[in-house]
Structures are given as structure tokens and as C-alpha cells.
């Protein structure tokens, strides 16, 4: 398929890309992967997140990801297909890694295209504050005081329930 | 009825166990969490009435009031922490 073979105009979502790997992720390739065969995408939103060398007042000197094969991939198909019924978007890749990940390491990526971008932003924004509360990955730390789990936040509760219906 | 049940992460290494085949006679999740509570120990301890975990039946998070289907596989994990 190449931009040529799109009529302008068109809003034919894109493919929908959902992975959990191991490997790290090209922010710069996810992106161009979206865009480069259509000209109608107006905008792409991107979010990466990173692992951090602290958390809860201690150093982190690694976190290990743990998932649930087969619902996390079902988990995250959802919460792309609940954002696509809610704006009208052109594409969205969501790409989680598991395994063990170094302070600055990126652990997730999520972009989002659309036409305009109200509907990018908003979306993935949406994508990771459900992501935060239904997709099952735990994170495992190592700090000076030895390895723990880390704890669900409240506030990443408060985060995805504001996207709630009224 | 037979089901497959998983754990995930604290609880998985807490119980020792990653998965387990169970008879089991209830009918919702919370029947089956009290027939896990009922073996002492760690378990009655970890899923004690006020602790937070989940709960999925066929890979989707449900309420403890779900029935759960002979040959489910059920999982049992703290709330998530990805992202």
C-alpha cells in the first residue's frame, strides 16, 4: 500500500498495532510506521514512559515487568477499541515491555492518530490511564533494601475514572 | 466442576504456586476465593475480606459475584501496576 492508493478524505482506521515484547521500541520508527502510508492523519500524540531510578523515597536500581500472556493482549485490544468508539482515530499503536528494564529504559509507548488533535491527545491519555488500572503487568523493584512489589496507586485509580461516563 | 486457576506476581510468589487444576463446587468468584481462604495459612491471609486483588474469569477482570463456567480458567493477581 503506498499514500497514493488512499483517496483524500479518507478516514479508514489503520492497523492497530498492540505488542508486549521484551525488546525496546523505536519512538521515531512507531511513529513514521503510523504516517507513512496515508496523507489524512492531521495529528499523532505519543506517550512514552520510562522506567525511573526512584520510587517511594528509595533508589531503584532495576524493575522486572511481569504480565498475564493472552489476557494482557486481550486487555489492551479493548481499551484501543473503547478509545476508537470514543474519537475518531486513525491509528494506534500501544507497544508494553516485560522483563527486566534499567532506570531510564522506555517500558511503554502508546501514539495516536486522527485528524485533528483534540481527538490524539485526549485518546492517548485515555489509552494510558486505563492501561494503568486494567492491563495485568506488575512491576517488581530492586532497591538498595532488597526486591519488592510495587503497590497500585490510588491516584492512577482517580486518573482512569475520569473518563468515566457521567 | 474443574477449573484452572493462575497467580500472578506477589501472590503467585507468596503462594508458591503459578497455576493449579481445583474441583470446585461454588458457583461465583467469591465462592471460589472462599474455598481458597479455607486452606489457612497465606491464603486465608492474602485473601482476606479488605485485601485488594482481582479476580478474571476467561482472561477479563469480573466482580466477586460472577458465576464461573465449568472449564474457566480463573486468575487470581494483585491490582496491576504496569505502564
Known amino acids: 500500500m503506498n499514500a497514493g492508493s488512499i483517496k483524500p478524505g479518507s478516514t479508514k482506521p489503520g492497523a492497530m498495532k498492540v505488542v508486549v515484547q521484551s525488546e525496546a521500541f523505536d519512538l521515531g520508527a512507531e511513529v513514521a510506521a503510523i ?37 494482557t493482549e486481550k486487555a489492551l485490544a479493548a481499551l484501543v477499541d473503547e478509545a476508537c468508539a470514543r474519537w475518531t482515530l486513525l491509528d494506534v499503536t500501544v507497544i508494553h515491555r516485560v522483563g527486566r528494564l534499567l532506570p531510564g529504559d522506555p517500558i511503554v509507548l502508546v501514539a495516536v492518530a486522527s485528524s485533528h488533535r483534540g481527538e490524539a491527545f485526549a485518546a492517548c491519555e485515555f489509552i494510558m490511564d486505563a492501561l494503568k488500572t486494567r492491563a495485568p503487568f506488575w512491576k517488581k523493584e530492586e532497591t538498595p533494601a532488597g526486591e519488592r512489589w510495587v503497590d497500585a496507586r490510588a491516584s492512577d485509580n482517580t486518573a482512569a475514572a475520569r473518563w468515566d461516563a457521567p | 466442576m474443574s477449573l484452572r486457576v493462575l497467580y500472578f506476581a506477589r501472590l503467585r510468589e507468596r503462594f508458591g504456586i503459578a497455576d493449579e487444576t481445583l474441583d470446585f463446587n461454588g458457583v461465583t468468584a467469591a465462592d471460589l476465593i472462599a474455598q ?21 474469569v476467561n482472561q477479563e477482570i469480573v466482580a466477586l459475584d460472577a458465576a464461573i463456567p465449568d472449564q474457566a480458567e480463573v486468575a487470581i493477581f494483585p491490582p496491576v501496576t504496569g505502564g
Open chain 1, 35 to 71: 504516517s507513512h502510508t496515508r496523507t489524512d492523519i492531521g495529528a499523532i500524540a505519543s506517550f512514552v514512559g520510562l522506567a525511573r531510578d526512584s520510587n517511594d523515597g528509595s533508589g531503584v536500581q532495576a524493575m522486572t515487568l511481569e504480565h498475564y500472556p493472552g489476557m
Open chain 2, 36 to 56: 481458597l481462604q479455607a486452606r489457612d495459612g497465606v491464603w486465608a491471609e492474602e485473601l482476606a475480606a479488605g485485601r485488594a486483588f482481582r479476580v478474571a
